[in-house]
């Protein structure tokens, strides 16, 4: 177990953790950072990314996890595998326990430990989870070549996954609890005009089956109205892509949250409630959730923080 000493403590590593290792190894702070349990974050279950500037014919997600990477490796950043498991912000210098029983003591910290895809919280869920049950359409599509499908959600990931899936499945079903799609025009355009994908609007889940693996599901349509009704689908991959919850768990006893668990930051900056610790990424963003919006708000932490450093040393 050993101990170790920084200005700068980076935590997460999706494109906002990348890009504050970048700013703040530029800047001399010697960062080290700790990729997480996920390392390159959730862009690295992404197919292909379209909209990050810079990549006029696209790029997958790995691919630009790995280029961020590379980058802040170039300028000296210390990168780490390993995931924080508790913290104490209650005084400076902060401190951090890793999953392996290192202690990190840091001047500054930036938290950029993203979101988590959320689920609907069904018994069945757990039963199935592996057998039929996923949250990520690009880890676990290729074993349902051929065969049929749900996508649960109406959101941009939801019609992205449809459309991934769509590819390589038989058959997409498209499960959407209102009677519209959430996700952007360009996708709705898309998955509606996809011949394999059949969009079921005001439907719920309510249950799953199968005996050895996952056979089916129960849906409700309209619930709760006069045209209520209840009927089956046969599926052999049931996908959640209803949305994700920010991973803040951790710093909860220190750290002032939302409703809904992101980070608050003040005044326009990515200052959380406890100087001298900063928020990137999806892990403050309920609205944006985007990579290049991670990516800035990660170049707005690093900047954040050297500020402080300088101002505090
Ligand atoms: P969103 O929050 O946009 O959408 C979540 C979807 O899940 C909504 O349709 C919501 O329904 C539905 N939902 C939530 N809870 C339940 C539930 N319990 N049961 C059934 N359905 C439920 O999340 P996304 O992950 O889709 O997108 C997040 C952000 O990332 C967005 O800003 C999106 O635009 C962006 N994004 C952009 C992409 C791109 O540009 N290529 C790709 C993927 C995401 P309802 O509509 O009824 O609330």
Redesign the pocket.
């Known amino acids: 177990m050993a101990e170790h000493k920084t200005k700068c403590l980076i935590i997460g590593s999706g494109p906002a953790g990348y890009t504050a290792a970048i700013y703040t190894s530029r800047a001399n702070l010697s960062p080290i950072l700790y990729e997480g349990m996920q390392p390159g974050g959730q862009l690295t279950t992404t197919t292909e990314v379209?909209?990050f500037p810079g990549y006029p014919d696209g790029v997958t997600g790995p691919q630009l996890m790995e280029d961020l990477k590379k980058q802040a490796e170039r300028f000296g950043a210390d990168l780490r595998y390993g995931a924080v498991t508790a913290v104490d912000f209650s005084k400076r210098p902060f401190s951090a326990t890793i999953d392996n029983g290192d202690t990190v003591t840091a001047d500054s910290v930036i938290i950029a430990t993203g979101a988590s895809a959320?689920y609907?919280g069904l018994p069945d869920e757990e039963k199935y989870n592996g057998i039929g049950v996923s949250a990520c359409a690009t880890c676990d599509g290729f074993f349902y070549r051929g065969k049929t499908v749900a996508v649960?959600?109406?959101?941009?990931?939801?019609c992205?996954e449809a459309l991934y899936l769509s590819t390589l499945a038989k058959k997409v079903f498209l499960i959407?609890?209102?009677a519209a799609?959430?996700?952007?025009k360009v996708m709705q355009q898309r998955v509606l005009q996809k011949e394999n994908i059949t969009v079921l609007f005001n439907c719920?889940t309510v249950g799953l089956f199968g005996d050895e693996f996952l056979e089916g599901a129960k849906l409700v349509e309209n619930k709760g109205t006069e045209m209520e009704q209840v009927f089956d689908i046969a599926i052999d991959g049931f996908f959640l892509?209803?949305?994700?919850t920010p991973n803040t768990e951790v710093f909860k006893p220190y750290i002032k949250l939302d409703d809904a668990g992101f980070i608050v930051t003040e005044n326009g900056t990515t200052q959380t409630s406890v100087e001298g610790i900063f928020a990137a990424g999806d892990v403050a963003d309920p609205r944006?959730?985007?990579a290049i919006s991670a990516a800035g708000s990660g170049c707005r932490a690093a900047i954040d923080a050297e500020r402080f450093l300088l101002e505090n040393s």
């Open positions: 379209e909209n959320r609907l649960v959600g109406g959101g941009d990931t939801a992205e959407v609890r209102k799609l959430r996700a952007s719920n892509a209803i949305g994700h944006y959730r985007q």
